[in-house]
């Protein structure tokens, strides 16, 4: 005979699995290390799953592009080496137990223990008749509508907390109105209380979840026309914080095609494409604030005005802060903030923002890099906190680059780019180009402030390695510090090429003026038009009173000392001291005769050619 269902033992779900010292829960979408918790990207937790449920069989690489990527998606093979090389990283000392055989698979070398949930799903209620054993409490209208939430307390609806038939047949103590079950019944329906605005809160969540938790986007943001937008929009954020950029930009430039209404796709190319191809990028741009209407919610107007002025280098400080105040936990915005208050020399204020970035939900690389910029701002909990989390601890990669991070803060540069180099090296080995490039150029400002013999030879191989990736940014940078190194050498017709070189590259307007001050500093032949781009800068906060500075270096070559007095003045008046541009406020002041003010760039970014004044005025004390 069939057993009542109500008899029948409950169906086990899979919920985590378990391996050394990783647990993966499926649940909460989490994955924890050494019982630490530690970010990861969906596609990384989707890998990691695909790994325990193969009880250590070898997975070919077609079976992963498959699972991961299914409906014949074209993805480079590049990008699964990535992603498998980002989850060893994740998995810190545990690594090592996802092997990979060359051309064959990837093998998850460990005996997995799998957890399981035995409890049924609730059901809806059925009328039934009098007498029958009592079904269980309805499910309240908002959470059917959204999904099952997970497992937690109660959540009272209807008739829930009425008594139930056979509860009542039992004898219930009688208490005074005054006596101790008054206490409990208040407990208890402060509970009820709480439990229903937890239900409320979870049901509104459900029925909008984010799309990328960096931007605080979620779905009801990108006025989206067709259903699948949200799902395409989520895999291309996936994509890009796994470093497949080119798979993200495919998939915005796809999602852009096929749902007219949304912005969301046209505002990232913009910012995606501005390094490489900066007038593609103003025609994302265009057509980002083309699809903006009338009824466009605040905050996606605000988050398209952020990307389109920041790709094309316009003042983006008012969308970043007013985004903000309706997403503060808009963690890569807040690192954005951090950077524009560094340029403000607010070091406090940048703390502050960094500090807002959590440890749990970044990519391990731009957590190092949050980490670093908190280590040059003097915030003390960074080296124990970066022992302590296996996604730095474990790669060999981040764990270097900090190292040389914390001893360019330090003044230790010869440490600094012996780290460095060691990160660039490992960064190679394991096909992270974005982080070889970045450890090559800051190993290359440490040698440069060190001024070490093999400076220019370094500077040498990071434009080599920035051209071939494209960061023609970075190629120009590399060309100013090598026009310095050679107008220090006496080689003033050499270092003029290379400044007029490297106007012909820079993608970015602040480049400009910062190569134009290397010339007037060191006496080389202007690569550019100064009025020009005095003009182009005069009403942008960001470069307030370098309009001014310019013209009184250019007074001062001229020899006329008071001119540029009037105008250093005028610069100091209306802020230069609050930009990237302070450090030649001061050696201008130095050449005037000013008393000789210390100079440190920490961090050395933006506008590493900041250091050819610094290094003058260290000579000048």
Not at 483 to 493: F, T
Request: glycine letters at 6%.
């Amino acid at each position: 005979m069939a057993l009542p269902e109500s008899s029948r033992a409950p169906e086990p779900r899979v919920v985590g699995y378990r391996f050394a010292g990783v647990a993966l829960d499926l649940r909460r979408g989490s994955l924890s290390i050494d019982g630490n918790d530690v970010g990861a990207t969906p596609l990384l937790l989707q890998l990691l799953q695909i790994l325990c449920e193969s009880e250590g069989r070898l997975l070919t690489r077609q079976e992963l592009f498959d699972a991961l990527w299914p409906g014949g998606q074209t993805v480079s093979d590049s990008a699964l080496s990535q992603l498998i090389w980002r989850l060893r990283s994740l998995l810190g000392p545990y690594g090592s137990l996802v092997t990979t055989l060359r051309r064959s698979g990837v093998r998850l070398e460990a005996p997995v223990s799998t957890e399981f949930d035995f409890q049924r799903s609730p059901r809806k209620a059925l009328p039934e008749p009098s007498g029958a054993e009592p079904s269980a409490a309805p499910v309240p209208p908002a959470v059917e509508q959204a999904g099952p939430l997970p497992p937690g307390p109660p959540q009272p609806a209807g008739d829930a907390a009425a008594p139930r038939a056979k509860d009542a047949a039992v004898p219930q103590p009688v208490a005074s109105p005054g006596g101790p079950a008054a206490p409990r019944r208040r407990v208890l329906a402060a509970v009820l209380v709480l439990a229903a605005l937890a239900a409320g809160l979870a049901a509104w969540l459900l029925r909008d979840p984010l799309i990328f938790d960096g931007y605080a986007l979620r779905e009801s943001d990108l006025q989206a026309d067709r259903r699948e937008t949200a799902g395409i929009a989520r895999a291309a954020f996936a994509a890009e914080e796994a470093g497949d950029r080119e798979r993200a930009i495919a998939l915005m430039r796809s999602l852009h095609a096929s749902d007219l209404a949304t912005p969301v796709p046209a505002a990232m190319l913009a910012w995606w494409r501005s390094h490489t191809a900066p007038e593609e990028a103003a025609a994302w741009g265009r057509a980002a604030r083309a699809r903006l209407r009338p009824d466009t919610p605040p905050y996606l107007r605000l988050f398209v005005d952020y990307f389109v002025t920041r790709s094309g280098n316009d003042s983006y400080r008012g969308a970043l802060n007013a985004a903000l105040e309706l997403r503060p936990a808009a963690w890569r915005m807040q690192y954005a903030r951090a950077h524009v208050l560094l340029a403000d020399r607010d070091f406090a204020g940048a703390l502050r923002s960094l500090q807002q970035v959590p440890t749990r939900g970044p990519e391990a690389g731009l957590l190092a890099d949050v980490l670093a910029d908190r280590l040059s701002l003097g915030d003390p909990a960074v080296a124990a906190m970066a022992r302590a989390l296996p996604a730095i601890a474990g790669n060999p990669t981040l764990r270097t680059y900090l190292q040389g991070r914390e001893a360019y803060s330090a003044g230790r540069l010869a440490e600094a780019v012996a780290a460095l180099d060691e990160s660039a090296r490992h960064a190679q080995q394991a096909g992270d180009y974005l982080r070889q490039i970045m450890a090559t150029e800051l190993a290359g400002i440490a040698a440069f402030e060190a001024a070490s013999a093999d400076t220019l030879p370094r500077l040498s191989a990071t434009r080599r390695l920035c051209q071939d990736r494209g960061r023609f940014d970075c190629v120009a940078t590399a060309l100013g510090l090598q026009a310095v190194m050679e107008a220090r050498r006496g080689e003033a017709g050499r270092a003029s090429a290379l400044l007029a070189e490297a106007w012909q590259l820079a993608p970015h307007l602040w480049m400009r003026p910062a190569l134009l001050l290397v010339a007037l500093e060191n006496q080389l032949a202007l690569p550019g038009d100064l009025r020009a781009v005095a003009a182009d800068i005069a009403d942008d906060p960001a470069f307030a009173g370098v309009a001014e500075l310019l013209r009184g270096w250019q007074a001062q070559a001229r020899g006329q000392p008071e001119q540029a007095r009037r105008e250093l003045d005028l610069a100091v008046e209306r802020g230069v001291r609050q930009t990237y541009s302070a450090e030649d406020a001061l050696l201008l002041a130095a050449r005037l005769g000013a008393p000789v003010a210390p100079c440190r760039t920490d961090p050395p970014y933006p506008n590493p050619l900041r250091l050819s004044a610094c290094l003058q005025l260290r000579e000048k004390k």
